[in-house]
């Protein structure tokens, strides 16, 4: 099989990863995670749920008994929020700008540079924020998995607390 091949099979079997279920199902405790049921992702605190978003976060409800823990998921829900915004307002630009450049050069009346120019110009923002917005959801990934680690920690060292 050659390389085409090769790519258009993954391509074509890369949706179905997504349709898999976990069989394990964890012990309960204290600590936060993330459980899958019926192919479904939840977050996890003891007997407590949240469902998962199509964003970060989502379970300040169950880490509001470490401040520090839910401001981070405040935190990493805003930051995403605003690279969720910058990514469609770049995605919104570079495709006026792509097609204002296209049209440029394919219009014969439209002979002036400045219309190319300006198409390009757009094209350009919106990778610029397209970039930042990818960049801003990248960072609040991180803020929410800081936010996951300060409440487990902190739980570990109360569990840790009560067994003395």
């Not at 470490?66 to 570079?94: C, D, H, K, Q, Y």
């Not at 097609?99 to 390009?120: I, P, Q």
């Amino acid at each position: 099989m050659n390389r085409a091949g090769r790519t258009l099979v993954v391509a074509l079997l890369l949706p179905v990863a997504g349709c898999a279920s976990s069989r394990y199902r964890p012990m309960s405790t204290p600590l936060l995670r993330k459980v899958q049921e019926s192919g479904i992702e939840h977050w996890e605190a003891g007997d407590r749920r949240a469902p998962v978003g199509i964003f970060v976060g989502g379970f300040g409800d169950l880490v509001k008994d470490v401040p520090e823990s839910a401001e981070a998921v405040r935190e990493a829900e805003s930051t995403a929020t605003w690279g969720f915004v910058l990514t469609m307002v770049g995605s919104t630009l570079a495709a006026f700008g792509a097609a204002e450049a296209t049209l440029a050069g394919f219009d014969e009346s439209m002979v002036d540079d400045r219309t190319g120019l300006f198409g390009t110009g757009l094209l350009l923002g919106g990778l610029g924020f397209l970039i930042g917005g990818a960049l801003g959801m990248l960072d609040a990934r991180a803020r929410e998995l800081d936010a996951v680690n300060l409440f487990n920690d902190t739980m570990w060292l109360r569990l840790q607390g009560e067994r003395l």
